[in-house]
Nanobody, 128 residues
């Protein structure tokens, strides 16, 4: 089992920045991919950004949804078993609960159906 704990959400004005963190524990050696998803009220959960989890993969390997390219950056610190999401130029439409996710599968993690482990979520609210 893998446990994921998010932190760093909050309220920010449009154009501002936030950094989310996801601390992983347990059998992290089994992971191939980690990712961020988000879910706004009344909408389906959607992919935001993903990253290969090295230790079982060579190279950094990140991939983003088109809606956040150029604004959000995903990164990791394997020594700390922690993944980050730096969010810049935030917009009101970025308001959602953001979830950390992880997978034991080698395929890129871009769909909620591919997730093996979820965090509890952290609220991000962007005011206009």
């Amino acid at each position: 089992q893998v446990q994921l704990v998010e932190s760093g959400g909050g309220l920010v004005q449009a154009g501002g920045s936030l950094r989310l963190s996801c601390a992983a524990s347990g059998r992290t050696y089994s992971l191939y991919n980690m990712a961020w998803f988000r879910q706004a009220p009344g909408k389906e959960r959607e992919f935001v950004a993903g990253i290969r989890w090295s230790g079982r993969w060579t190279g950094a390997g990140t991939y983003n949804a088109d809606s956040v390219k150029g604004r959000f950056t995903i990164s990791r610190d394997n020594a700390k078993n922690t993944m980050y999401l730096q969010m810049n130029s935030l917009k009101p439409e970025d308001t959602a609960v953001y979830y950390c996710a992880a997978s034991d599968d080698v395929k890129l993690l871009t769909s909620p159906g591919g997730v093996d482990y979820w965090g509890q979520g952290t609220q991000v609210t962007v005011s206009s």
